[in-house]
């Protein structure tokens, strides 16, 4: 069993940055692929960036690339999402997801159905 709890939304200015932060409990975390998602109003839940239980594998939506970066710390059992060069179209609740699971490439890690555990979200408003 793995427990997500996020922190660091907030309210921020076009071109500013957050980091968001994912505070992970239970013994799985150091063998978990993690991912970041989020969810604007009337949209479905979207693949925002993911990183291998290593650190090794990194993957990120299209959108975010260059501007996005997902990070991990097994010993403190986080992980990170730096986002720079905030855009409105970024305004969205973002959720930290994790799964057990191995496997790489895009398709394992950008399936939000495939993560077992979820955290609460945390709001991310970028103002034009």
């Known amino acids: 069993q793995v427990q997500l709890v996020e922190s660091g939304g907030g309210l921020v200015q076009a071109g500013g940055s957050l980091r968001l932060s994912c505070a992970a409990s239970g013994r799985t975390f150091s063998s978990s692929a993690m991912g970041w998602f989020r969810q604007a109003p009337g949209n479905e839940r979207e693949f925002v960036a993911a990183i291998s239980w290593n650190g090794a594998l990194k993957y990120y939506v299209d959108s975010v690339k260059g501007r996005f970066t997902i990070s991990r710390d097994n010993a403190k059992n986080t992980v990170h999402l730096q986002m720079n060069s905030l855009k409105p179209e970024d305004t969205a609740v973002y959720y930290c997801?994790?799964?057990?699971?191995?496997?790489?490439?895009?398709?394992?890690?950008?399936?939000?159905?495939?993560?077992?555990?979820w955290g609460q979200g945390t709001q991310v408003t970028v103002s034009s």
């Open positions: 997801a994790a799964k057990s699971t191995y496997g790489s490439g895009l398709n394992y890690y950008n399936s939000a159905d495939s993560y077992d555990y």
